[in-house]
């Protein structure tokens, strides 16, 4: 079975770019969240949808960051405009039946803002 | 305060030691409790999950929970220079925050031949 599919693997833009990142989750799956990890701050979850409606995005640190899901095998995590401290690791990650079933994580997107 | 905390790292055995991770959490509801191991520039990747009170065993790994002191540990035996990562303890949260997963720092573990 595929796996939790996230693209670009890297991306590196200037700032003042927008930003877009993208997630298919596990099919079946109907959660899925949006993480971020840097050395300083860890594992940081951003925002996370069940049943393609958002629940908590409470994580998400400022308004230049959105996400949607606009259907249940597609979501997109934007930033726009970028800035450098947004460099970081962004995660995606989907489960069924939230958290009493683990969450199975993408390769990630590792974004370098300049 | 932290609501998921790992033992303070890193941590180092010789090879064929047993490795002890552990793990504390805060939120008195939660129900699933999880270890994740995370290679060096890779994605976390399940290990371990459990549910109830006592030990679980998956080959040379032992998941503990105490869910009256709210303490999870991870045991390695055997421990293997292929086990050096970091492991992550994550807590699933209960009641309105149903769905979440609370992550600790993480724990890098280091197994040296």
């Known amino acids: 079975d595929a796996g939790v599919i996230q693209s670009p693997r890297h991306e590196v833009t200037e700032m003042g770019q927008e930003v877009t990142l993208r997630c298919k989750p596990i099919?079946?799956?109907?959660?899925l969240f949006w993480y971020r990890q840097t050395m300083m701050r860890g594992l940081e979850l951003l925002i996370y949808?069940?049943?393609?409606?958002?629940?908590?995005d409470s994580g998400m640190p400022e308004d230049r960051f959105s996400a949607k899901m606009p259907n249940a095998s597609f979501s997109t995590l934007k930033i726009q405009p970028s800035e450098p401290r947004d460099s970081a690791v962004y995660f995606c990650?989907?489960?069924?039946?939230?958290?009493?079933?683990?969450?199975?994580f993408g390769d990630g997107t590792r974004l370098s803002i300049l | 305060q932290k609501e998921v905390e790992q033992n303070s790292g890193p941590l180092s055995v010789p090879e064929g030691a047993i490795a002890s991770l552990n793990c504390t959490y805060s939120?008195?509801?939660?129900?699933?409790f999880f270890w994740y191991r995370q290679y060096s520039g890779k994605s976390p990747e399940l290990i371990m999950s459990?549910?109830?009170?006592g030990d679980k065993e998956d080959g040379r790994f032992t998941a503990q929970l105490n869910k009256a002191s709210q303490y999870v540990s991870l045991l390695i035996r055997d421990s293997q220079p292929s086990d050096s990562a970091t492991y992550l303890c994550?807590?699933?949260?209960?009641?309105?925050?149903?769905?979440?997963?609370?992550f600790g720092q993480g724990t890098i573990l280091t197994v040296h031949p």
């Open positions: 939120d008195r509801v939660s129900q699933s």
């Open positions: 099919s079946g799956h109907d959660y």
């Open positions: 994550a807590v699933g949260a209960g009641g309105t925050s149903y769905g979440k997963l609370t």
């Open positions: 949808f069940n049943n393609n409606v958002p629940i908590d």
């Open positions: 459990i549910y109830s009170n």
């Open positions: 990650a989907s489960s069924k039946r939230g958290g009493y079933q683990p969450q199975h």
